[in-house]
């Protein structure tokens, strides 16, 4: 076991990958010498070369393109888009020519690529460096999506990624990049304990990040990402005021865990939904909308999501625009109090 926070976990993770496999090549802008605009694949270009660790030009559409076609190939590449805002130059190869390979060859050519992005604010990157486009993209079929919310789930993710045979998009929170972090806007966040060598978190799974004590109205708060963190630092709140918070942590988007989702819903009969994105079509919603439709004799309430706000995201307004400990503890009193 060894210490990490996320970026380490993930370096760790492609370190071990790029080890076992040949195949497993890595590319994206400042991956090579520089290591990655956030430092996640320091020391890769040492370790395996130029030209298994690629820096590329500043051209979305050209790191994904040709990710792809080293995909068809057999390889097992890792693209990296510095930033998910970045990413939307090669929207038309990841929905119309990646996540469409095996169903339109009638699987004879899988897609193993593995897209890497950060995701969500936490830098005061305005909205060029602090979008969240999961919905985006759980809307097309033929991709997974997976948002790992600690270390131990992002390397063990990032492993099942790389070595799955369908194309894969890693959301990494960069608000918890780091940890640990001290804010009181946005919850508390902790390095962990990770496993060295090769281990799997499978992809599909949901995991409860904080358990129910048994004590006060019980409360089922779904959510992912940075906002397990946000989430977690609520739910200690709420159980001041005698308000017992399961928190499920999603983990992966696409597909996600349908049977412990509706578990969840059905458990305590008072829902809330959080995501960082905004409101509209936002992931929330497509949580709600299942939970109702599998739920709804259990119900006790009505699902209240807790999201972003239907806005540019601001760069001076950050604390604003991201939900707060504040909003998550009012959407819980909200539900837990329904009569």
């Avoid at 380490?8 to 993770?13: E, H, N, W």
């Avoid at 270009?45 to 994904?64: C, H, K, M, N, Y």
């Avoid at 045979?165 to 918890?176: F, H, I, N, S, T």
Wanted: hydrophobic share 40%; charged share 20%; glycine share 10%.
């Amino acid at each position: 076991m060894a210490t990490m926070n996320i970026i380490q976990a993930v370096g760790d993770a492609l370190h071990v990958a790029m080890q076992a496999d040949e195949k497993v090549v890595v590319l994206g802008e400042d991956v090579g010498k520089f290591g990655g605009v956030f430092r996640a694949t320091v020391g890769l270009q040492q370790a395996f070369g130029d030209d298994r660790v690629i820096d590329t030009p500043l051209a979305e559409s050209g790191i994904i393109g040709a990710a792809i076609g080293m995909a068809l190939y057999g390889m097992r590449p890792v693209a990296e888009i510095q930033f998910s805002d970045f990413i939307y130059p090669a929207y038309d190869q990841i929905v119309n020519e990646l996540a469409k390979y095996r169903y339109r060859s009638a699987g004879l050519f899988p897609s193993p690529l593995v897209i890497r992005t950060p995701f969500g604010g936490g830098i005061r990157g305005g909205h060029y460096h602090s979008q969240s486009p999961e919905s985006v993209f759980a809307h097309q079929a033929g991709l997974v999506l997976v948002a790992p919310s600690n270390p131990y789930d992002a390397k063990g993710l990032l492993l099942s990624a790389i070595f799955a045979d369908d194309p894969v998009m890693v959301l990494e929170p960069k608000r918890v990049y780091r940890g640990p972090d001290h804010g009181t806007n946005w919850g508390s966040h902790k390095k962990s304990e990770v496993p060295s060598g090769d281990y799997r978190v499978p992809i599909g799974k949901a995991e409860v990040a904080r358990p129910r004590t048994g004590r006060g109205i019980a409360v089922s708060l779904i959510t992912y990402g940075a906002m397990v963190h946000t989430c977690d630092k609520a739910a200690e709140l709420a159980a001041q005021e005698g308000i017992d918070v399961e928190i499920l942590d999603l983990r992966t988007l696409v597909p996600y865990d349908l049977e412990r989702v509706a578990e969840a819903g059905r458990a305590t009969g008072r829902v809330v939904v959080a995501n960082e994105a905004p409101r509209m079509c936002g992931y929330a919603a497509e949580m709600s909308a299942v939970i109702q439709e599998q739920c709804f004799d259990w119900l006790q309430a009505p699902i209240v999501r807790v999201t972003g706000w239907d806005t540019p995201f601001p760069y001076t307004l950050e604390n604003d625009y991201l939900p707060s400990p504040a909003r998550v503890l009012d959407a819980l009193r909200t539900v837990a109090h329904y009569r």
